[in-house]
């Protein structure tokens, strides 16, 4: 493979020959950026966003069709939500809620709940709980794959506020490679990854230096990027909901109704005309 960016938009699969064991890197720089960009995080909130976006982004890994996987972490204090999603393009998006009057040296992640989505286009949604403790992205990730499919898992997340990087290290299900010490010696080889290492070296120049002697596989890598799903055409079923009354009476007080993407800020406005056009029955009537 030719050395590449560690910065660049990038998702990339290993394995370890002779092993069940599997690993991917993601690197985000612009996928990331594009959230910032959208909005003004504090710090504290950028960093675990980027966490967040290069979990969600490994995890994407395992999406084989179609779809949406969504990382949502619920939070008791005074930060209430953190969310990433990524399709199978690697399509990321991103959003966090919090008390925007406290101080950013204030800002507490108490422990909660991660919910792990899995939306397929076509097929029955997936949804695993897990606890977190402490905002540890990481450390929940790693109980969820062994308590609800008992998978040994490490994942190392690191942000700085301009860019952020996983890796993850995971044994295959129903295998057992030819070499049954491999696990403890991988993973244990894992751990001692440096922070500027997972940021700023190139995968294979990062490989290298962590399993210079083990037969380590690595394959083509796919593209991150920032894209949010939403348009005109969603917000307008949603809006169907709450039936034509409800919106001819807002459109009757307001003159529009106006509404923004939570996570772009993508701005969507409707006048009576539009919304009148959401039900067609009523043009009969």
């Not at 969600?56 to 209430?80: C, D, E, H, Y």
Request: hydrophobic content about 40%; proline content about 3%.
């Amino acid at each position: 493979m030719s050395a590449q960016q560690a910065s660049a938009d990038t998702l990339q699969r290993f394995s370890f020959d002779k092993t069940a064991i599997r690993g991917e890197l993601a690197h985000l720089n612009d996928s990331y950026q594009g959230v910032l960009k959208r909005h003004k995080y504090p710090e504290p909130i950028a960093i675990a966003i980027g966490e967040l976006m290069a979990a969600t982004a490994l995890l994407s890994s395992n999406l084989k069709f179609p779809g949406r996987l969504t990382l949502q972490i619920r939070l008791t204090g005074n930060v209430t939500l953190l969310q990433a999603e990524s399709s199978e393009k690697g399509q990321l998006r991103a959003i966090a809620r919090y008390d925007e009057n406290v101080e950013a040296e204030a800002l507490e992640f108490k422990d909660g709940q991660m919910i792990i989505t899995i939306e397929p286009e076509v097929g029955q949604r997936y949804q695993g709980i897990t606890a977190i403790q402490g905002g540890n992205i990481a450390g929940a990730i790693e109980d969820y794959f062994m308590q609800s499919e008992q998978l040994g898992s490490r994942f190392w997340l690191k942000c700085d506020g301009t860019i952020a990087a996983g890796f993850m290290l995971q044994q295959m299900p129903s295998a057992t490679g030819d070499d049954p010490d491999a696990w403890d010696r991988i993973s244990h080889l894992g751990s001692t990854i440096k922070d500027e290492e997972l940021l700023l070296l190139p995968n294979d120049t990062l490989l290298h230096r962590l399993y210079h002697e083990e037969d380590v596989r690595i394959y083509p890598a796919s593209d991150l990027s920032f894209f949010c799903t939403c348009s005109k055409d969603r917000i307008a079923t949603a809006l169907h909901q709450l039936g034509h009354a409800e919106l001819k009476s807002i459109i009757a007080e307001q003159g529009k109704i106006a509404i923004n993407c939570d996570f772009c800020q993508q701005a969507y406005a409707f006048d009576g005309v539009q919304i009148d056009e959401l039900f067609p029955e009523h043009k009969l009537q």
